[in-house]
């Protein structure tokens, strides 16, 4: 995806521009030395009420700081900004400080609603990182940002900002960030309204910039008093004097009247007597344009009717009447007014009555839809009620959209309109349609599919095709395995569409459909073909994606190897290099880590799943929720954070409950029962295996489907309970006969293999030693062969005794592979608290560096990322990790960090 495309659409340029600061009559020396002195902080506040001068100094700041070589970016808050929309203008901001950062982490913030905040930001940290100039970040008008999820993401990037990278606010209020944090590390700094205040030789200065020669200093003096250094004040002061004419009488005229040192009294002195200095024809001119937030001479005239409109904005400006031009390198100037300046106007305007502010908002919308500038076009046509102007923006606008992923926006724009307004708008509700089923809201979705198939243009080819594609999607949604075939197997004998879209989308389908019938080979036939019918143009990303769909059919079937064959390429072509969406990412990560986790990749799959596991969250199908929740918790597990284990459980048992999805509810109370049997928590575990018999009893008579999994799963449980209940030998051989007969006709080969190993644990115990050794070791090879290596690890405790007795007789490579996975000094096995997190002391005492990295690996840097914070090379931070993972005698990342934590080396 191209840098611009990820943007567009998104972002008002002229945010992304200070005032020009040509326009600052006072430079403000004294404080941007303040400001320089401690420039090394990592967040500077600037605290002021409207019109003390925050921007300005803001905008001096920044151009000092680029004249010294720093990169500087600047963004304004908006009110009615989400964490989505300024994790962009952050973003894009920095790209026009010319700053190379990637916004393909941005595109997968967006499409998760904020969800993604912890891979967006280490992208974005990642990027900084690689320039070696001081950045600073500057955000005007952050007393905007009362959104929870805003403050999260910046309190997020304050935590992880390296050293060279500052953030600068100017804001009315303190905003409700970690501030107690930053100043015990004396990382704030802080310029509040007193530190704002004009002093007397800076309003002198301002003075003498306004043309008003006859002006003695005492009546500066005067002016001075009267302002209380408020620069604001002190502009309107100047202002109606000019107007007057007469300094005297100016100035009796203002004895007894209080300072103008408060907001109130500076908004009753524009009414009073700034409106009475402006002539009708200048105040008609100015509210007319107030109704935009920004404009040109170009909008002005078509606002006003008024051909001088250029004319006329110079003329304002020259009289500093709070009218700001922004800086930009656009031909035709951009301004916007002072906030006091536009709250004035704002009150003015309304006395024409609401006709007359629809009709200049409507004006302005279709103006703003001209310039292809759809935002502010449908923001001003919101505000004029022009229903219909905003139904032609969002058609005009809908499958652009849906391409970029920036779904939760088209649905907060439909949401504006009633229904019926669109209601025959095939566009809208394809787009809709996408939308909704992306983001989960499903009753809308299929309400919206029902009104489709009432349309006439629906019985086209391409339209049937695509309804159809979405009907097989809402079967996704809903776990219905069998629905999904049913409805793609015929599309599979029609002809094809060319849009590559549609493609991947029907081979994707069909790959999901056949997987949970066991038909693996049909599913990932489908893959192929497909991927065969597309355009030779198409990005090469889609033959890695379409790689890791058929490697998620491998793993399904239990072929650890051959799933990794076809993932790896995945994971370093397109997951680490950002070049996928959130809804393609959430489906797929989870079955890249769980692959990686049985070959026994533990760090990789714990990296890998720390980082883009947030996604799991974004995805709304079934699969991918269920594969990325249940690898967190077997990742925790082995750390031996079983509490934190059961806690990921449980929170899938919930999203089950509330999808209505029994197969997640399944697999959690599967899991969550293994757990408990090799933890000994016994209470819960016969009530979480008494809720799986519940479950199962529901759907019997299913098979080949994904439904078929649940009586499945409470087969297997019901085996292993045997098992670790020592019940006698006959009834848990019928009963890993049963389990072994689902697994088999849904192909699920690994599990084949576990049910292997527990037939030869029961002949163990039985006292046929030779005959379960033997069945073992060809178990061994036969899961070394399909790289499925922690299969029998996974059975904890009840595995030992075998283990042990294997590892005595065998000696092949392919056993030892197995057998190397089994920690038998632990209680619990695989999962074993101990093992992991026991009071032992390190062997040695780490060193300051080996700490550092340790810190840094635990905030889930990579060992690049980590080599930059720290200032040393990849190799050598490989080297340091190296070290204290033998200090610390761990063996993986996890359990490194799950030790350091305990002997509170790092925090």
Known sequence: MSKTRALEGA????????????????????????????????LTLILGPAGSGKTMLLAQWRKRLAEAGARVAWFNLGSDDDVTLVAAYL????????????????????????????????????DLTDCDDEIYLIIDDLHHSTAFGILQLLDALLDVLPAKVHLVCGTRLRPLL??????????????????????????????????????????????HEMSEGWAAGLQLLLFSLRKEGQVERFFERHESKPALSQEAALASYLDSNVADSLDAEALDFLCSISVCRRFNAELCEVLTGNPSAHEILRKIEGEQLFLLPIDTPDVDTWYRFHRLFETFLHSRLQ????????????????????????????????????????????????????????????????????????????????????????????????????????????????????????????????????????????????????????????????????????????????????????????????????????????????????????LIPFKDNIVLRGKVGPDVLGNLIGSLCEALYQFNLLDEATELSETYGEMVDAAELPGGILTGYRIRARLESVAGRVQSAFQTLQRLEEIG????????????????????????????????????????????????????????????????????????????????????NHCRNLGRGAMQIQLGYMRCIVLLNDGKQAQSLNA???????????????VLADLGEIAHPLAVLLGSRERSDAARAVLDVVPVDGPHG???????????????????????????????????????????????????LKNAYAKLGANFREEALSKARHHRIIS
């Not at 005032?19 to 303040?34: C, E, F, I, S």
């Not at 994707?508 to 143009?537: M, V």
């Not at 073992?776 to 922690?790: P, T, V």
């Not at 040695?844 to 040393?872: C, N, W």
Request: hydrophobic share 40%.
């Open 11 to 42: 972002v008002i340029r002229t945010r992304l521009a200070p005032p020009r600061v040509g326009n600052a009559p006072v430079n403000r020396d004294k404080l941007l030395q303040r400001l320089d002195a401690h420039r090394d902080r990592k």
């Open 91 to 126: 973003v894009e901001s920095l790209r026009s400080a010319d700053l190379d950062i990637r916004t393909e982490e941005l595109v997968l913030f967006n499409r998760s609603g904020g969800k993604s905040r912890n891979s967006f930001l280490a992208s974005l940290i990642d």
């Open 178 to 223: 970690n501030l107690g944090k930053l100043q015990m590390q004396d990382q704030l700094a802080e310029l509040d309204f007193s530190d704002l205040r004009f002093d007397l030789d800076e309003t002198q200065t301002f003075v003498r910039t306004q043309g008003l020669p006859d002006l003695t200093p005492d009546h500066i003096r005067r002016l």
């Open 351 to 566: 006395r024409r009555g609401e006709d007359a502010i629809r009709t200049l908002r409507r004006s302005a919308a279709r103006w703003f839809a001209g310039q292809r500038l759809i935002v502010e076009a449908l923001r001003y046509a919101g505000e004029a009620g022009d229903e219909e102007l905003m139904v032609e923006l969002i058609d005009r606008s809908a499958r652009r959209m849906s391409a970029a992923g920036q779904f939760r926006q088209l649905i907060r724009w439909c949401a504006q309109l009633p229904a019926a307004l669109y209601r025959e708008r095939l566009n809208i509700r394809l787009n809709l349609a996408w939308a909704q089923i992306s983001c989960g809201h499903f009753d809308d979705f299929r309400e919206n599919i029902e009104g489709i198939l009432v349309l006439p243009e629906h019985e086209t080819p391409l339209v049937e095709f695509e309804i159809q594609l979405l009907r097989a999607y809402g079967c996704a949604s809903l776990d219905d395995s069998a629905g999904i075939v049913g409805i793609v197997e015929p599309m599979l004998q029609a002809a094809l569409p060319a849009d590559p879209f549609l493609l991947s989308q029907i081979s994707s389908l069909a790959l999901t459909g056949y997987t949970f019938s066991g038909r693996f080979a049909l599913g990932r036939e489908a893959i192929r073909i497909f991927h065969k019918h597309l355009p030779q143009e198409q990005p090469q990303h889609r033959n890695y994606v379409a790689d890791a769909m058929i490697g998620s059919s491998y793993l399904a079937e239990g072929r650890i190897r051959d799933a990794l064959a076809h």
């Open 657 to 740: 409950l509330q999808r209505r999805l029994d197969r997640l509810i399944a697999w959690s109370l599967y899991d969550q029962f293994g757990l408990a049997l090799r933890t000994h928590h016994l209470t819960s575990r016969d009530e979480i295996y008494h809720r799986l018999v519940q479950l199962a009893e529901k759907y019997a008579d299913f098979s080949h489907c994904a439904i078929a999994e649940i009586p499945m799963l409470c087969a297997l449980a019901t085996a292993e309970k045997l098992l670790y209940e020592k019940a006698s030998p006959r009834d848990c051989l019928e009963r890993i006969d049963i389990a072994e």
């Open 776 to 790: 073992a070791s060809d178990l061994l090879c036969r899961a070394e062969e399909m790289g499925a290596l922690r």
């Open 830 to 880: 695989a999962s074993a608290p101990s093992k992991l997190g026991g009071a032992q002391e390190p062997l040695e005492t780490l060193t300051d560096r080996e700490r550092d990295v340790l810190e840094q690996l635990g905030k889930g840097y990579s060992a690049k990322s980590i080599g930059r914070v720290l200032d040393i090379s990849p190799t050598t931070v490989k080297w340091h």
